[in-house]
Nanobody, 126 residues
Framework: QVKLVEYGGGSVQAGGSLRLSCAVS?????MAWFRQAPGKEREAVAS????????LYADSVKGRFTISMDSARTTVYLEMNSLKPEDTAMFYC??????????????????????WGQGTQVTVSS
């Protein structure tokens, strides 16, 4: 069992920054951040392998967002810079406890994650 609690969301003007945090209890093989805007499908933002530190980003956030995890593996962060109005969404932390298939480093597929947090809202105004 993995429990996830996100915090750090809020309102910011375009060009600003926010750091989201996700408190993690339990072991996970892979962590990720997803987001969902009103009326849109949930989309992947970034993924990280806690042990190796490998990271993967969606094209829409590359160069602006950074995913990381503390050395104790109890918190996953999403540093978001140069925020745009189109980044407005509910952001969710997700964890996969099952091992990934051999040769797979990380995943941006929501179906690969068993555990989800309740979400934290990010609103970017123009």
């Amino acid at each position: 069992q993995v429990k996830l609690v996100e915090y750090g969301g809020g309102s910011v003007q375009a060009g600003g920054s926010l750091r989201l945090s996700c408190a993690v209890s339990g072991y996970s093989n892979c962590m990720a951040w997803f987001r969902q805007a009103p009326g849109k499908e949930r989309e992947a933002v970034a993924s990280i392998r806690p042990v190796r530190g490998w990271t993967l980003y969606a094209d829409s956030v590359k160069g602006r967002f950074t995913i990381s995890m503390d050395s104790a593996r109890t918190t996953v962060y999403l540093e978001m810079n140069s925020l745009k109005p189109e980044d407005t969404a509910m952001f969710y932390c997700a964890a996969r406890q099952r091992p990934l298939p051999s040769g797979v480093r990380y995943s941006l597929n929501s179906n690969d994650y068993e555990y989800w947090g309740q979400g934290t809202q990010v609103t970017v105004s123009s």
